[in-house]
């Protein structure tokens, strides 16, 4: 059974650099049916999709963070990683890894399953 | 980026009712959209995809409809463990975009 579990600091700096860590269990992470996402959760705004990596590199972000997020992704390790730069308070949210539908499956693509359980993290001094 | 409105944002049922939950996108995405559940504490949980495919061990009092800029969600009769929180995700461009939730309360 597939599991994913995100790990990583729960108090950032402003100013400073998120990183955060998704390891897969149950399946390997070198598949052409999935991408590797990262979502997260804030009260003020909602479910935002930050970006997936595929397993070879190849990455799809959100341009509305693109400019601060980095990811890479370790296949003998089975993990893949973000880092999110320059964050601020607006940053403080739960994030989520997920595995993310790349290929097209009875009729549609790119819905997030499973999840990781989330992680808080907090931007302050 | 598509916007995807939620309504009600908060509902209250009883166990056995029938409730339905509507999503609207800010522009047609043909059937792409999926619907999630989420409880207190706990990651959202995917229940349908292409807007009526029931992900499975999903029970099938979940059952999802619509297509274009409409789609709707509707649990045929609440069980205590279905009062949680519901989001809508389009599925159909990049940045994928969530819906804001309706939060599904004990009356």
């Known amino acids: 059974q597939l599991q994913l579990q995100e790990s990583g600091p729960g108090l950032v700096k402003p100013s400073e650099t998120l990183s955060l860590t998704c390891s897969v269990s149950?399946?390997?992470?070198?598949?052409?049916?999935?991408?590797w996402g990262w979502i997260r959760q804030s009260p003020g705004k909602g479910l935002e999709w930050i970006g997936s990596?595929?397993?070879?590199?190849?990455?799809y972000y959100n341009l509305s963070l693109k400019s601060r997020v980095t990811f890479f992704v370790d296949t003998s390790k089975k993990q893949f990683s973000l880092r999110l730069s320059s964050v601020t308070a607006a940053d403080t949210a739960v994030y989520y890894c997920?595995?993310?539908?790349?290929?097209?499956?009875?009729?549609?693509?790119?819905?997030?399953?499973?999840w990781g359980q989330g992680t808080l993290v907090t931007v302050s001094s | 980026d598509i916007q995807l409105t939620q309504s009600p944002s908060f509902l209250s049922a009883f166990v056995g009712d029938r409730v339905t939950i509507t999503c609207r996108a800010s522009?047609?995405?043909?059937?792409?959209l999926a619907w999630y559940q989420q409880k207190p504490g706990k990651a959202p949980k995917l229940l349908i995809y292409?807007?009526?495919t029931l992900q499975s061990g999903v029970p099938s009092r979940f059952s999802g409809s619509g297509s274009g800029t409409e789609f709707t969600l509707t649990i045929s009769s609440l069980q205590p463990e279905d009062f949680a929180a519901y989001y809508c995700?389009?599925?159909?461009?990049?940045?994928?975009?969530f819906g804001g939730g309706t939060n599904l309360e004990i009356k």
């Open positions: 990596v595929y397993y070879s590199g190849t990455t």
């Open positions: 292409a807007a009526s």
């Open positions: 149950g399946a390997s992470i070198i598949t052409e049916d999935y991408y």
């Open positions: 995700q389009q599925l159909n461009t990049f940045p994928l975009t």
């Open positions: 522009q047609g995405i043909g059937s792409y």
């Open positions: 997920a595995r993310h539908q790349a290929s097209m499956f009875r009729g549609a693509t790119n819905w997030f399953d499973p």
